[in-house]
């Protein structure tokens, strides 16, 4: 069983939809969690720290259940920019520091 | 803002040639990686380094990887001889302090071994 599982995709929805993506992670001793932003054939960039309270920044609100070994992440009101592959990336307890990555969700926003 | 630079952005070698991938982290930053993309599949970890040393490997660095902190800024990978599984992305990336903080990642190089 992969260690973070994403549905990879792709999300083809207009402008202006709401748009959901799920991730299930194995390990429970996974600490910390993120969703990063990757364009194509660029670096993962960094969208937001995943919190036990859930947490929202602007149009994007992520949530963490971690009794289900959960994340999601929401995205409001969908732009074209917006269009991107979604990395679910999980830091586990006692590692280095190293992240885990899911394999990614391709969101297109189409006009 | 301060950024990780990677160069080269682009490198294709021959199978069995040595190739040096090389980042410079951001200047406060303690704790250095470098992770690969094959074409279509996840980013994976390769190697962590802290207190110029590694502090923790994955099954894909095996003997032909080398890190190195030459000096105060440069992080270097090293693939001794390179074969055409090695063709990828590779990302470096770094953070501050404290595991499980934000990692700030390079834009990259992209290496073709042929």
């Known amino acids: 069983r992969k260690e973070v599982e994403q549905d990879p995709g792709p999300f083809n929805v207009p402008e202006g939809a709401t748009v959901a993506f799920n991730c299930t992670y194995s390990n429970s001793a996974s600490q910390s969690f993120f969703w990063y932003r990757q364009d194509c054939r660029k670096e993962p960039k960094l969208l937001m720290s995943?919190?036990?309270s859930g947490n929202e920044d602007g149009r994007f609100t992520a949530q963490l259940n971690r009794a289900s070994q959960y994340i999601s992440l929401l995205i409001r009101d969908s732009k074209l920019s917006d269009s991107a592959t979604y990395l679910c990336?999980?830091?586990?307890?006692?590692?280095?520091?190293?992240?885990?990555f899911g394999q990614g969700t391709t969101l297109q926003v189409k006009p | 803002e301060p950024e990780v630079t990677q160069t080269p952005s682009h490198q294709v070698t021959q199978m069995g040639q040595e190739v040096i991938l090389r980042c410079v982290p951001i200047?406060?930053?303690?704790?250095f990686y470098w992770y690969r993309q094959i074409l279509g599949q996840k980013v994976e970890f390769l190697v962590s380094f802290y207190n110029n040393e590694i502090s923790e490997k994955s099954e894909i660095f095996d003997d032909q990887f080398s890190v190195e902190r030459p000096d105060g800024s440069n992080f270097t990978l090293k693939i001794r001889s390179t074969k055409l599984e090695d063709s990828a992305m590779y990302f470096c990336?770094?953070?501050?302090?404290?595991?499980?903080?934000?990692?700030?990642f390079g834009p990259g190089t992209r290496l073709l071994v042929l």
């Open positions: 990336v999980v830091h586990r307890r006692g590692n280095t520091g190293k992240l885990i």
């Open positions: 990336a770094s953070h501050p302090v404290g595991l499980g903080e934000t990692q700030y």
């Open positions: 200047s406060n930053h303690l704790y």
């Open positions: 995943v919190y036990s």
